[in-house]
């Protein structure tokens, strides 16, 4: 089975990818929300080394500022974990479910669920509407269980993972 995983950053991968070891993984790096270029390649390049780690082909989604901000208009004063989160994800899950599409797969995933930060249950009922809407299949795993974030904060460290310390948009930064 095909498996486009959406990934936010090489150390949600690191952790995320061998719960799903049996299935044949592309990554997909669709992060438009991050604040800036230079912050969106160092992440990029963190997932790079994940991929290469695991051996696991990597696609790079256009990086569109200001589309994702255009998309998320009104919503900017909301607090972290709020409405604004929730059309971020729907932003990034979109631009997956096209991809995964476009790619012949019929599967799609998100990392995200490995962060004891976010709201595993939200993220799948966005992920498994938006599927829904593309006639593809959203495959709902929380990979923060069973010390998915511990292993990924362990690979981290010994791959030398760039680790930032806000989700990515300049909304979260000071967070």
């Not at 998320?72 to 995964?100: D, H, M, Q, V, Y």
């Not at 992920?127 to 511990?150: H, M, P, S, T």
Request: charged share 30%; glycine share 6%.
């Amino acid at each position: 089975m095909k498996l486009l995983l959406h990934v936010c950053c090489g150390p949600c991968a690191v952790g995320s990818i061998p719960k799903v070891k049996d299935w044949d993984i592309t990554l997909y790096f669709a992060n438009s929300n991050i604040n800036s270029k230079d912050e969106f390649l160092k992440r990029y390049d963190s997932a790079l080394k994940v991929s290469d780690y695991y051996n696991n082909s990597i696609e790079v989604d256009n990086y569109e500022h200001d589309t994702w901000l255009e998309y998320i208009k009104g919503l900017e004063s909301e607090p972290e974990k709020g409405n604004r989160c929730l059309k971020c994800f729907e932003f990034s899950f979109i631009r997956t479910a096209k991809k995964a599409r476009e790619l012949g797969i019929n599967y799609f995933s998100s990392t995200l669920t490995i962060s004891p930060h976010k709201n595993s249950k939200t993220i799948m009922e966005i992920g498994n509407r938006i599927a829904e809407e593309f006639g593809i299949k959203f495959l709902a795993i929380d990979f923060c269980k069973e010390n998915g974030f511990k292993l990924s904060c362990d690979l981290s460290k010994e791959l030398d993972l760039y680790r930032q310390k806000y989700c990515g948009c300049e909304y979260s930064i000071w967070f």
